[in-house]
């Protein structure tokens, strides 16, 4: 399976050409470091312990920044102990330069480990057994 997942990012390199990206203004990709006490907890315990975690997270960044979190991943977070979440900025949107302070200061947050603008990934390709004529 290892090998199928590299063939297909070799193909993606190779054909580079054939993907388009592009950054969704306003949008980002939120995760924290890794809470070791999240760790030490087994079965619904640790269900438990990230569910608080993520709620106090969630609230750490609507408070201290002024996103809106549309979604946390409490499956990444139960295996890992990193809280992740989709969050939005209508002012970022809008204003490219608080956006630009937006991610700086994010990103300089002593207890977030990464912040990257959300992209949209397009594949350019058509269809096997279809022509461009019907699409």
Known sequence: MRG???AICLIGLVVGSA??????PGEYMVLFKAR???????????NVAVSVMLDFQAEYLSVRYGVEVKNSFSAI???SGKG?????SDRAAVDGKFEAELLENMRSDPFIEAVSPNE????ISTP?????KGI
Do not use: L, P, W, Y
């Open 36 to 46: 070791e006490a999240v760790m030490d907890f087994e079965g619904n315990d640790r």
């Open 84 to 88: 992740m979440f989709f969050v939005i």
């Open 120 to 123: 949209v990934q397009k594949m």
């Open 4 to 6: 199928f997942v590299c």
């Open 128 to 132: 096997v057994g279809t022509s461009k």
């Open 19 to 24: 993907f388009a990206s592009e950054v969704v």
């Open 77 to 79: 977070s139960r295996s």
